[in-house]
């Protein structure tokens, strides 16, 4: 039986989320790839160079965390955007890598 701290465990999961929205609004797609599962990375990468100079504007864009569910091998956030006065929400799936950090599969 595994015992989870659910405050801790939530820290770093929101850290992961916040770092990769801080590197992608200082345009830093290197730095947000950090927050990405390795088989991941390609992908995100491809898709913030295409940003290009509008990546900070799709950082402010991402959302906030609203809710979510814990395990010790995965997490799934919902995010949530308002955008002209429309409430959309979407997953952020995450799991750790093999050295246990917490990295994102999928957004």
Excluded at 8 to 34: F, K, N, P, W
Excluded at 39 to 56: C, D, E, I, M, S
Excluded at 81 to 97: C, F, I, K, R, W
Aim: aromatic share 6%.
């Amino acid at each position: 039986m595994a015992i989870l701290d659910i405050a801790s465990q939530r820290e770093i999961l929101c850290s992961v989320y916040a770092h990769v929205r801080t590197r992608m609004a200082a345009s830093d797609v290197t730095g947000a790839m950090h927050a990405f599962h390795l088989k991941q990375r390609h992908k995100y990468a491809r898709l913030f160079n295409a940003l290009g100079v509008n990546l900070p504007i799709a950082a402010t864009r991402l959302g906030m965390i609203a809710n979510g569910t814990l395990s010790p091998i995965d997490a799934e956030l919902i995010l949530v955007t308002e955008q002209a006065g429309e409430v959309s929400g979407y997953p952020l799936h995450m799991s750790p890598d093999g050295l246990g950090v917490w990295r994102i599969d999928s957004m």
